[in-house]
């Protein structure tokens, strides 16, 4: 079980801790998951996905699963596994649910940070979300803010439920200048 990080307050935000979750954490993530699931505007996930689907696809698939806490209670969570097998495993991906309530207050600041951490440790060249909604600008933001580009958008690739056809943006995040910093400056 990996430490867990800390982000510190940042103009009065609370404190939010990152840890491992596991099996017993899926009674708290599950009602994240199912509210974004649902809401269709996000992910490209299917919006009538039941709980047995969802838990397989996000607690028992991937590589790495952690929650996002403030006094105890999760308000968030993060899953990561490499993007693809093979030649593409040595670039990380993953997915980041806030619950509603909180979004906005650094929660999904945490868990990115906490992924970026994870994936320059496990030796990952890159990290790469796959399908970021183009209108889903809270997150563009906050992974822009991160370091990660845009590579690319799929025009009208995600049917949103209020805008219809929106692009599907491709982001990118080198972890080139980690892995330096982790060898003394050596490349």
């Known amino acids: ?4 990080v800390e982000t510190p307050p940042d103009a009065g935000r609370p ?7 596991g099996a017993a954490d899926w009674p708290v993530i599950w009602p994240i998951v199912q509210e974004v699931v649902r809401a269709a505007d996000t992910f490209a ?26 006094d105890g ?3 968030g969570t993060a899953n990561m596994y490499p993007n693809r097998p093979g030649p ?3 670039v990380a991906s993953g997915s980041i649910m806030v619950d ?19 994936a320059a440790r496990e030796g990952f060249a890159a990290i790469q979300f796959n399908a970021v909604v183009d209108t889903n600008a809270a997150a563009v933001h906050l992974y822009e803010s991160l370091g990660f580009v845009t590579l690319g958008i799929a025009p ?6 209020e ?25």
Do not use: C, K, N
């Open 1 to 4: 079980m990996q430490p867990s």
């Open 15 to 21: 404190v939010t801790t990152v840890r491992e979750a």
């Open 45 to 70: 996930y299917e919006p009538t996905m039941g709980e047995a689907d969802a838990r397989t696809g996000w607690l028992e698939a991937p590589r790495r699963v952690v929650v996002a806490e403030r």
């Open 73 to 75: 209670v999760v308000v």
């Open 88 to 90: 593409g495993s040595h």
């Open 100 to 118: 509603r309530a909180v979004r906005g207050s650094g929660a999904g600041r945490a868990l990115v940070e906490d992924m970026i951490a994870w």
């Open 156 to 161: 009208g690739a995600f049917r949103h439920p």
């Open 163 to 187: 805008l219809g056809d929106v692009g599907l943006r491709i982001m990118w995040r080198d972890l080139s200048d980690l892995r330096e910093a982790d060898a003394g400056g050596e490349a």
